[in-house]
């Protein structure tokens, strides 16, 4: 049986006179990889702040494990925020702090453990993103941009969340780089379960998904497995898929 972690319905988002959604739906799936993409103004960053319950729907409902959680008072949104990870474009990582200073800060935001614990709960975390036990002690200024970006995940994993959204993670990251990336995420989910949204921009880090869902003109067009972009009838994604990079890729050339 498909269990959904989230569950969007007949979302409605507003800037004033400014519809961006109107009656967007979507499903993820419990444990899956799962993509949102879309054209510049489409709505992606809306939906993910709404998700991140950062911003107050204007209409629908969004389900989290079959709880609607525009209906939950402030104490249940704090409650629910500390199930839901982040990791945005842009690492949040005090330049100040060490990286594993970085992670044990968070994790002693988030639970009641002495420092012992919280050191050896960071360390675990590093190496669940791949990065060699040296990087504990090196400031994000001396990380590569790959490493800083493992860096941010192990960050974000630091509260082991349900869920983990991450904002144009392969940005700024050579196709190499970006590639070891992808396939970091890609091997979180098969490992731990974990479910992992990504708004994404990257189409090589489509073919790493289980789900991409596009938004056009404030609805989700499509969603399904990458490959059945080919036949969407939108004006987007045909725009997409018509592109010679589009094609290598899903060819493998």
């Known amino acids: ?78 409650e629910l925020k500390k199930r839901i990870g982040v990791m945005f474009q842009f690492s949040t990582m005090l330049s100040s702090l060490t990286v594993g200073q970085n992670i044990i800060y968070v994790i002693k935001k988030r639970y009641n453990i002495d420092d012992k614990t919280a050191i050896d709960m960071a360390k675990i975390k590093l190496n669940l993103v791949g990065l060699n036990p040296d990087v504990f002690f090196m400031y994000p200024s001396e990380l590569s941009g790959g490493m800083r970006k493992k860096a941010s995940l192990a960050v974000a994993l630091s509260t ?47 073919l790493f998904t289980d789900t991409v869902a596009v938004i ?25 898929t018509s592109t010679l990079r589009f094609r290598r890729l899903l060819n493998g050339k």
């Open 160 to 206: 082991d969340p349900d869920i983990l959204f991450l904002d144009e993670p392969t940005s700024g990251l050579d196709p190499i780089s970006a590639e070891d990336f992808d396939t970091l995420v890609r091997t979180l989910v098969d490992t731990t379960g974990i479910t992992i949204v990504q708004i994404t921009h990257d189409l090589a880090s489509l």
């Open 1 to 78: 049986m498909v269990r959904y972690i989230v569950e969007v319905e007949n979302l409605v988002s507003k800037y004033g006179e400014k519809v961006v959604h109107k009656g967007l739906n979507l499903k993820i799936k419990e444990g899956e990889l799962y993509a949102i993409v879309g054209g510049s103004g489409a709505g992606k960053s809306t939906l993910l702040r709404e998700l991140l319950l950062l911003r107050k729907v204007d209409g629908g409902k969004i389900l989290f494990k079959g709880k609607d959680i525009t209906k939950l008072s402030q104490k249940e949104i704090d």
């Open 216 to 240: 056009s003109e404030g609805l989700i067009v499509y969603e399904g497995n990458p490959n059945g972009l080919l036949n969407v009838e939108n004006k987007w994604v045909k725009n997409l």
